[in-house]
């Protein structure tokens, strides 16, 4: 499975990636958005992993922003600054799935395979 990970917490990002290591995942990481986006010109990837609290852009204008033009593409947005009536807003607005942070390598790497 091919994964774009937006997220711009090198630590988080960088433990998330070798916790799932020994997964058939494929990663490819960027810090931003607008990076995130260009990536998405000219890659396909299965599924879109991405904080929701970003910098110059949020993972929710992100989210928007790639139903735009890839409508087909899953999106798991993550974050641990978000209220629970919220979840609903951003899956209608395009996530498939909403993670709260803390999460475990485990569910999430549950919460892939059930996008697959």
């Given at each position: 499975?091919n994964?774009?990970?937006i997220e711009?917490?090198?630590?988080?990002?960088h433990?998330v990636?070798d916790a799932?290591?020994?997964?058939?995942?494929?990663f490819?990481?960027?810090?931003?958005?607008?990076?995130?986006?260009d990536?998405l010109q000219?890659?396909?990837f299965?599924?879109?992993?991405?904080d929701?609290?970003?910098?110059?852009?949020t993972?929710l204008?992100?989210?928007?922003?790639?139903?735009?033009?890839?409508?087909?593409?899953k999106i798991?947005?993550i974050?641990?600054f978000?209220e629970?009536e919220?979840?609903?807003?951003i899956?209608l607005?395009?996530a498939?799935l909403?993670l709260?942070?803390?999460?475990?390598?485990?569910?999430?790497?549950?919460?892939?395979r059930?996008l697959?």
């Amino acid at each position: 499975m091919n994964v774009l990970y937006i997220e711009d917490d090198i630590d988080v990002a960088h433990a998330v990636m070798d916790a799932l290591q020994t997964e058939n995942y494929q990663f490819t990481h960027t810090y931003d958005a607008e990076t995130a986006l260009d990536k998405l010109q000219v890659q396909q990837f299965d599924v879109i992993l991405t904080d929701l609290n970003l910098p110059n852009m949020t993972g929710l204008e992100l989210i928007l922003k790639i139903r735009e033009q890839w409508a087909d593409v899953k999106i798991v947005g993550i974050s641990g600054f978000i209220e629970p009536e919220e979840v609903d807003r951003i899956k209608l607005l395009g996530a498939d799935l909403i993670l709260l942070k803390p999460i475990t390598p485990a569910e999430l790497s549950q919460a892939l395979r059930s996008l697959a």
